[in-house]
């Protein structure tokens, strides 16, 4: 029996997407989960617990947010952080912001981020969602076919840059 752990894909994300999850395990390991322990303790020494609902509503609340250090405390074990920087040749890779137009003549900007770090309300699309895969390697003027689930489209990319817009 081999104890070797399987090789996993590196997961790759910006300075700025580790940056916000840092941020959100020190916010609830600082702030919000001394709160609820305070909140919890002071339900205990109400007496009964076994019919104090803020004790077992606290209680719950302190595990949800023991889970969630905990995911958080393991994605960041798993993340490489990469520092994208551009790319001689003017093509989109990690980190860069493409701006594309669409067939009905809108134009949008994304940045090409990891996984774990995706918000399509920002602009930041995942390199393994449909439209970030596809955008991968393109440069100024190409046209690109999108297969997603919703259908195929064609964007064409207008512009590469590897600074978010002011």
């Known amino acids: ?63 949800e947010l023991d889970r969630r250090l905990r995911e958080l405390s393991e994605r960041m074990d798993t993340l490489t952080v990469i520092d994208p920087k551009p790319h001689p040749s003017g093509r989109a890779y990690f980190g860069a912001w493409v701006k594309v137009e669409n067939e009905d003549g809108s ?24 439209l970030g895969r596809s955008l991968l390697g393109k440069k100024k003027g190409d046209v690109v076919v999108v297969r997603r689930p919703a259908g195929t489209v064609e964007v064409t990319v207008l512009g590469v840059s590897w600074k978010a817009a002011r």
């Open 107 to 130: 134009e949008r900007r994304y940045r090409l981020v990891g996984p774990d770090e995706f918000d399509v309300e920002s602009g930041l699309i995942s390199v393994d969602a449909p």
């Open 1 to 63: 029996m081999s104890t070797e752990k399987p090789v996993r894909a590196a997961r790759y994300i910006t300075p700025e997407g580790f940056h916000r999850i840092s941020e959100e395990h020190q916010r609830i390991w600082t702030v919000s989960r001394p709160r609820v322990v305070a909140e919890v303790e002071a339900a205990a020494a109400l007496g009964d617990r076994s019919e104090n609902a803020e004790y077992v509503y606290g209680k719950k609340k302190l595990r």
